[in-house]
C-alpha cells in the first residue's frame, strides 16, 4: 500500500505557509521530528495525525493520500486484468488477495489462473505454472457461474494444455488437445507441436485441416472487412484487403493446377474492380473483370474441390471445400455483380459481356 503522508504535510504545511518550526509549535513537537515526518524518515503516532488533519481542515484518508479501492467483484478481475496488461510483479500478490477475498468466484479465479501462467510463461517460472494448473482445475469446476461467451470448457483445456507445455509435459499437452479438439479448434497448435517430436510426419494431417480452416475464415474475414469499408466509402481500404486475400490465396495455388480456391479468386477480382472503379481507375477495373472472367473459366473446365488440391495440404483425404458463390465460378462472377449491386459496376460488366458474347 502506498501513502503519501510526508509529501501530503509538507504541502499542506507550505500551503499554510509555516515553517516546520511553526507547525512543530502547533502540534507539541520538535522541529526535528517535523522534518522526519516530511522527509519519510519517520512517521507520526495516529494521534498526531488525526491532530494534523483536523488543523489542516482535511481528512485524515486524504492527509495519509490513501484511496480506498473498488473492490467490487466486477472491478476486481478488471484490476487483475489491467495488471497483467501492464505485466506488473503486483499482480500475483493481487491475486492472492483476491482469491482469498472470492475463492469460489469463477471469474476471479480463472483471471488468476490466466495470471499465473501468463507469468509463468515470461519468467519459465514451473512454481508459477503449477500453481495456474492448481486454479485452471479450479475453474472448470466453477465454470457454470461463467457468463462470458469467449469462455469454455474447451478453451480452459487449451490454456492447461499451454501450461502443460510450458512444464515441458509435451505428451500430455497433446493428448489434452486431442480429447478437446471438437470442429478441429486445437488443429494448428497440435500440428505445431508434433511438427518437433520424433515423428513429424504425425503433425501433416492436422496442419493440412488447419490450412483448409485458415483459407475459409481468411476469406470470410477478408469480405467483412470489404463490406465494411465499402459501406464507409473507403474504397482504397477496401481494395487493399481484397489484395491481400487474393496474394494470400494464390500462394496456395500449386503452380496452374485448378483448386476450389480460384472461385473465391474470381469473386475478390470483381471486388477488386469495384474499388479500382470508385477510385477512378475504369480501365483497371475493366481488366480485373477480364481476368475474373479468364480464370473463371479455366476453372470450370476442370473444376476441382478436393481440399488435397491446395498447396501444402496434402494430407487430406476425401475432404472437399463448399461454397455459395453458384455451381460453376463463372455463376460466382455474375452473383458476385449481382451482390454488390452498383450501377457503375453492373454496367461497366454488361458492356464486358457484350464484347465477349460478340
Known amino acids: 500500500m502506498e501513502l503519501a503522508l510526508a509529501e501530503n504535510i509538507r504541502r499542506s504545511r507550505k500551503e499554510r505557509q509555516m515553517t516546520q518550526e511553526q507547525l512543530a509549535e502547533v502540534l507539541g513537537v520538535t522541529a526535528g521530528a517535523v522534518y522526519k515526518w516530511e522527509a519519510g524518515l519517520s512517521v507520526p503516532e495516529l494521534e498526531l495525525i488525526v491532530e ?46 483476491a482469491l482469498k477475498k472470492y475463492p469460489n468466484l469463477f471469474d476471479v479465479v480463472h483471471a488468476c489462473a490466466v495470471m499465473y501462467w501468463i507469468f509463468g510463461m515470461e519468467r519459465a517460472d514451473k ?19 461463467n457468463t462470458d461467451p469467449e469462455i469454455s470448457e474447451l478453451t480452459i483445456c487449451g490454456e492447461t ?8 509435459e509435451t505428451e500430455k499437452a497433446v493428448a489434452i488437445l486431442k ?44 469480405q467483412g472487412f470489404f463490406n465494411v469499408y465499402r459501406k464507409q466509402g473507403d474504397y482504397v481500404s477496401a481494395g487493399a484487403v481484397i489484395q491481400w486475400c487474393t496474394e494470400l490465396l494464390s500462394g496456395l495455388k500449386d503452380g496452374d493446377k485448378p483448386n476450389f480456391t480460384d472461385k473465391a479468386v474470381c469473386a475478390a477480382l470483381v471486388c477488386l474492380a469495384l474499388s479500382q472503379l470508385k477510385t477512378g481507375r475504369e480501365e483497371e477495373a475493366r481488366s480485373m473483370l477480364q481476368r475474373a472472367v479468364e480464370l473463371a473459366k479455366r476453372f470450370d473446365a476442370a473444376p476441382s474441390y478436393a481440399v488435397g488440391e491446395i498447396r501444402f495440404a496434402s494430407c487430406v483425404d476425401g475432404a472437399s471445400a463448399h461454397d455459395d458463390l453458384g455451381s460453376t465460378a463463372a455463376e460466382g462472377v455474375e452473383k458476385t455483380v449481382r451482390a454488390i449491386d452498383d450501377e457503375a459496376l453492373s454496367i461497366l460488366w454488361s458492356k464486358l459481356k457484350g464484347e465477349l458474347d460478340s
Open 52 to 97: 494534523m488533519a483536523d488543523f489542516f481542515d482535511t481528512s485524515v484518508d486524504i492527509l495519509l493520500g490513501y484511496e480506498m479501492k473498488d473492490n467490487r467483484l466486477s472491478a476486481t478481475v478488471q484490476r487483475l486484468r489491467e495488471l497483467l496488461r501492464r505485466k506488473d510483479p503486483a499482480g500475483l500478490a493481487e491475486a492472492e488477495k
Open 127 to 145: 512454481a508459477l505454472y503449477r500453481r495456474a494448473l492448481t486454479l485452471l482445475e479450479e475453474s472448470r469446476v466453477l465454470l457454470p457461474q
Open 161 to 168: 494444455a499451454e501450461v502443460y507445455l510450458g512444464l515441458g
Open 179 to 222: 480429447e478437446h479438439n471438437a470442429g478441429g479448434i486445437y488443429n494448428e497448435k497440435i500440428g505445431g507441436i508434433l511438427a518437433n517430436s520424433e515423428a513429424p510426419e504425425e503433425a501433416l494431417p492436422f496442419l493440412s485441416v488447419a490450412l483448409a480452416r485458415v483459407v475459409a475464415v481468411s476469406i470470410r474475414t477478408a
